[in-house]
C-alpha cells in the first residue's frame, strides 16, 4: 500500500529512531519541532508589516496552544501533545508561506526553486495543500505583473523545485 503521508511518517520514525518507544519523549521531541511556529510566525509578521505585528502574531499562535492544552480533557483538540499530522502540516505551511514571501520579495530564481520545493514537502504531508498553488500562482501575478516575462520563467521555477521534491516518492511509488 501506499501511504497517505509519507512525510509524516518518516517525521515519527525519526522520532522512535531518537527517542526509542517512549512516547512521552516522543511528544518532547515533537514538541521542540513544533516551537518552532512562533518563530516562522514572527518572521513573516516582522517581512509583512513590523516587529511588533510579528510579535503579536506569534503570541497569538502561542497562546491558541497553551488554550487547546487546557481544554483537551473537554473537547477534542489537535495539540502539540498529540500525535496528530495538523500542526506539522502548519508548520510545513507557515515555512512555505515565509518561502513563497522570500520569493517574491528577492524575485530571483533560487527564491523560487526553494519555495517550490517548500511547497513539494507540503504535499507530501497533505494533498490538499494542492488548493494553495494556484493562489502561489496568482500572487506571483500580482508582483511580478502578467505582462513580466521573467514570471514565467520564476514560475517554471517553483514548478520545478515541487516537482524536485515530489519526483522521489512519485517514482518510487510507481
Same mark, same amino acid.
Given at each position: ?91 510545513? !505551511? ?46 506571483? !501575478? ?33
Amino acid at each position: 500500500e501506499i501511504p497517505a503521508r509519507p512525510l509524516y511518517i518518516v517525521f515519527l520514525t525519526f522520532l522512535h529512531m531518537v527517542f526509542g518507544e517512549s512516547y512521552p519523549n516522543i511528544i518532547i521531541g515533537q514538541t521542540f519541532l513544533l516551537a518552532l511556529i512562533p518563530v516562522v510566525l514572527y518572521f513573516i509578521g516582522k517581512k509583512i508589516h513590523s516587529r511588533a505585528a510579528g510579535t503579536t502574531i506569534a503570541l497569538f499562535f502561542i497562546f491558541r496552544e497553551l488554550t487547546s492544552l487546557l481544554i483537551t480533557s473537554n473537547t477534542r483538540v489537535s495539540n502539540s501533545k498529540s500525535l496528530l499530522v495538523d500542526l506539522p502540516t502548519l508548520f510545513l !505551511l507557515v515555512l512555505s508561506c515565509y518561502f513563497t514571501f522570500r520569493w517574491l520579495e528577492s524575485r530571483d530564481r533560487k527564491s523560487a526553486f526553494i519555495a517550490g520545493g517548500m511547497f513539494g514537502l507540503l504535499l507530501l504531508l497533505r494533498t490538499q495543500s494542492l488548493l494553495l498553488f494556484p493562489f502561489m500562482v496568482l500572487a506571483g !501575478l500580482l508582483v511580478f505583473g502578467w505582462r513580466n516575462r521573467s514570471l514565467y520563467l520564476q514560475l517554471v521555477f517553483l514548478l520545478l523545485g515541487t516537482i524536485a521534491t515530489l519526483l522521489p516518492w512519485l517514482t518510487h511509488n510507481y
